[in-house]
């Protein structure tokens, strides 16, 4: 139970309820239904997904063994070799899946894999480090629509949209650890309101698309800015570093019902629907294995 837990932790077990609703949020911007190559490409994605996890404690085992000791590594109870071969074997598993899912899905793996592993060995320190996240969270969505019907184009608005959120979460986890200014969660705070308005407009970039029924994708935006909006705040009036994770936490979450809102606009309310089912899941988890 020791080791399932230590496993647990190094790949933030809660965080990955927020993958599925990459690849549903791509195929609806399609018009296109899931289908088992849809599988394939969230599996692909949840593959990649935790190895982007594995790598980044490997990566940051001395920096963790200072300011973070409980974490699996420093603490000892997982040998960064271990950490390593599973992300590697991670890395392998999810390109094969998307290879399973056809070359339009590969195409968009291998550079996803690539950004997971350039941001966690060079660029999560530097100025680059949020845009490349942000573009891995893109690429992620992109990949499930490219394994559902081998195109891209139209799911490029709604990568846009989760990336700006990708983008605004993670510039507040870089100072997490020792807390910073109010400057990160006040445009994280901004970023939030942006979305959401954007998210109440109905999808005019696919006209050809029926009408939406307005109240899921309303209530789906609401949920988003509700999670985010009061840790975003409270981080922003006291940036301590308890405060940061937490609304660090809460950015993480939010992923998902931006996500079904990303889909229910798309006029996909039954995928929409399964993606915000995945958030109370992530929460109950979330008491037990912290997400960062």
């Given at each position: 139970?020791?080791?399932?837990?230590?496993?647990?932790?190094?790949?933030?077990?809660?965080?990955?309820?927020?993958?599925?609703?990459?690849?549903?949020?791509?195929?609806?911007?399609?018009?296109?239904?899931?289908?088992g190559?849809?599988?394939?490409g969230?599996?692909?994605?949840?593959?990649?997904?935790?190895?982007?996890?594995?790598?980044?404690?490997?990566?940051?085992?001395?920096?963790?063994?200072?300011?973070?000791?409980?974490?699996?590594?420093?603490?000892?109870?997982i040998?960064?070799a271990?950490?390593?071969?599973?992300?590697g074997?991670?890395?392998?598993a999810?390109?094969?899946?998307?290879?399973?899912?056809?070359?339009?899905?590969?195409?968009?793996?291998?550079?996803?894999?690539a950004?997971?592993?350039?941001?966690?060995?060079?660029?999560?320190?530097?100025?680059a480090?949020?845009?490349?996240?942000?573009?891995?969270?893109g690429?992620?969505?992109?990949?499930?629509?490219?394994?559902?019907?081998?195109?891209?184009?139209?799911?490029?608005?709604?990568?846009?949209?989760?990336g700006?959120?990708?983008?605004a979460?993670?510039?507040?986890?870089?100072?997490?650890?020792?807390?910073?200014?109010?400057l990160?969660?006040?445009?994280?705070?901004?970023?939030?309101?942006?979305?959401?308005?954007?998210?109440?407009?109905?999808?005019?970039?696919?006209?050809?698309?029926?009408?939406?029924?307005?109240?899921?994708?309303?209530?789906?935006?609401?949920?988003?800015a509700?999670?985010?909006?009061?840790?975003?705040?409270?981080?922003?009036?006291?940036?301590?570093a308890?405060?940061?994770?937490?609304?660090?936490?809460a950015?993480?979450?939010?992923?998902i019902?931006?996500?079904?809102?990303?889909?229910?606009?798309?006029g996909?309310?039954?995928?929409?629907?399964?993606?915000?089912?995945?958030?109370?899941?992530?929460?109950?988890?979330?008491?037990?294995v912290?997400?960062?």
């Amino acid at each position: 139970m020791s080791r399932s837990r230590a496993w647990a932790e190094l790949l933030r077990l809660p965080a990955l309820f927020t993958v599925p609703g990459d690849a549903l949020a791509g195929a609806a911007a399609l018009g296109t239904r899931p289908t088992g190559r849809t599988l394939l490409g969230i599996a692909s994605s949840l593959c990649l997904y935790e190895a982007g996890m594995a790598l980044n404690d490997w990566a940051d085992r001395e920096e963790d063994a200072a300011e973070r000791p409980h974490r699996p590594l420093p603490s000892g109870r997982i040998r960064p070799a271990a950490a390593l071969g599973a992300a590697g074997a991670l890395t392998a598993a999810g390109l094969a899946l998307a290879a399973r899912a056809g070359r339009p899905a590969l195409t968009v793996a291998v550079p996803l894999a690539a950004t997971v592993w350039s941001y966690d060995l060079v660029l999560k320190r530097t100025p680059a480090g949020p845009a490349a996240m942000a573009a891995a969270r893109g690429l992620d969505l992109l990949l499930g629509a490219a394994a559902t019907a081998g195109q891209v184009r139209p799911a490029l608005p709604s990568a846009a949209l989760l990336g700006a959120h990708t983008l605004a979460v993670t510039t507040v986890s870089r100072q997490e650890t020792g807390g910073g200014t109010p400057l990160a969660p006040l445009t994280a705070l901004a970023t939030t309101g942006a979305l959401t308005w954007r998210l109440h407009r109905r999808a005019a970039d696919r006209p050809q698309a029926p009408a939406l029924a307005e109240p899921l994708p309303l209530a789906l935006a609401a949920g988003y800015a509700l999670t985010t909006a009061r840790p975003y705040l409270h981080a922003a009036l006291n940036p301590s570093a308890p405060l940061t994770q937490r609304a660090v936490g809460a950015g993480i979450r939010a992923t998902i019902p931006l996500q079904a809102a990303l889909t229910a606009r798309s006029g996909a309310p039954a995928a929409a629907l399964c993606t915000a089912a995945l958030a109370p899941l992530a929460r109950v988890l979330a008491r037990r294995v912290s997400v960062t």
